[in-house]
Nanobody, 124 residues
């Protein structure tokens, strides 16, 4: 069974940076993607970024383009995806979720596997 575990959230000042990690285990397929979504209080969950594990191709939401970098460590036994975000803004606040499935889309309903989420708060 696929398991995703996020880490790295916390309280960050505006303009600061952080790096989120998602450790993945239990994959049986070779062709899959991993993505980051976030959900602010009272708002719908939205896609932030996605990476194809096979070739490392990436996509970003317009709201984070130029401020976020998604990367992967595609080891034989352990696979990890990272999300580095710079120039953080208060509107980046939310619970950040790692997700996995076959294709990169912006829709949470297209992803079948999810982590438990990690809180990111951008505030002075």
């Amino acid at each position: 069974q696929l398991q995703l575990v996020e880490s790295g959230g916390g309280l960050v000042q505006p303009g600061g940076s952080l790096r989120l990690s998602c450790a993945a285990s239990g994959f049986t397929a070779n062709d899959y993607v991993m993505a980051w979504f976030r959900q602010a209080p009272g708002k719908e969950r939205e896609g932030v970024s996605c990476i194809t594990m096979r070739d490392g191709s990436t996509v970003y939401a317009d709201s984070v383009k130029g401020r976020a970098t998604i990367s992967r460590d595609n080891g034989a036994n352990a696979k990890t995806v990272y999300l580095r975000m710079n120039s953080l803004k208060p509107e980046d606040t939310g619970v950040y979720y790692c997700a996995a499935d076959r294709f990169c889309t912006h829709s949470p309903s297209d992803f079948s596997s999810w982590g438990q989420g990690t809180q990111v708060t951008v505030s002075s």
